[in-house]
T-cell receptor, first 114, second 114 residues
Framework: DTGVSQDPRHKITKRGQNVTFRCDPI?????LYWYRQTLGQGPEFLTY????????KSRLLSDRFSAERPKGSFSTLEIQRTEQGDSAMYLC????????????FGSGTRLTVV | AQKITQTQPGMFVQEKEAVTLDCTYD???????LFWYKQPSSGEMIFLIY????DQQNATEGRYSLNFQKARKSANLVISASQLGDSAMYFC???????????WGAGTKLIIKP
């Protein structure tokens, strides 16, 4: 396993367009997390999945955001009607449910809304 | 109130010197975990070290050690014998109780000078 993969690495989109990001976690990991990181700040929690169930969504996740994890494998994060304030790095991480304390992060998808 | 505070926005350190990155935290939960991550310019969050609130000894991982002072609620990262490749952003993060999400500080930008 090569770790957590995120695609694309960079995305430039016009305001109002929809975008979708993909995350492939470490295959043995049950939990998958999405974070958003704006320039000069630490990441902020968006949502997380345990297997295929989305168990929590942050208030940061407006109605324009939706995340899925079909079959408990990869996950997608979609942003509809993008706004300039959505410009950020979107980080995906995965972990085991029990045992260990490590969260493995992907390299992120950098979104720029113009 | 800030749960994780990193008071050093940036630091310059001479190569081969030791460096201490500060982190203070705030929680009322007796069970918590503290993490340090490194984020190079490529964007990936790289796990460095973990300290649990009930751990009796300070955590160490190679050149990284965590100076855990529970009464002062501080968890400073010490990097011994710094290398040019250590130049990056460093984030302190906390997980409270059985919560699954990490709460992050704003980070410290470390630059190692040759």
């Amino acid at each position: 396993d090569t770790g957590v993969s995120q695609d694309p690495r960079h995305k430039i989109t016009k305001r109002g367009q929809n975008v979708t990001f993909r995350c492939d976690p470490i295959s043995e990991h049950n939990r998958l997390y999405w974070y958003r990181q704006t320039l000069g700040q630490g990441p902020e929690f968006l949502t997380y999945f345990q297997n295929e169930a989305q168990l929590e969504k942050s208030r940061l996740l407006s109605d324009r955001f939706s995340a899925e994890r079909p079959k408990g494998s990869f996950s997608t994060l979609e942003i509809q009607r993008t706004e300039q304030g959505d410009s950020a790095m979107y980080l995906c991480a995965s972990s085991f449910i029990f045992g260990g304390n490590g969260y493995t992060f992907g390299s992120g998808t950098r979104l720029t809304v113009v | 109130a800030q749960k994780i505070t990193q008071t050093q926005p940036g630091m310059f350190v001479q190569e081969k010197e030791a460096v201490t990155l500060d982190c203070t935290y705030d929680t009322s939960d007796p069970s918590y975990g503290l993490f340090w991550y490194k984020q190079p310019s490529s964007g990936e969050m790289i796990f460095l070290i973990y300290q649990g609130s009930y751990d009796q000894q300070n955590a160490t991982e190679g050149r990284y050690s965590l100076n855990f002072q529970k009464a002062r609620k501080s968890a400073n990262l010490v990097i011994s014998a710094s290398q040019l490749g250590d130049s990056a952003m460093y984030f302190c993060a906390m997980r409270e109780g059985s919560n699954y999400q990490l709460i992050w500080g704003a980070g410290t930008k470390l630059i190692i000078k040759p």
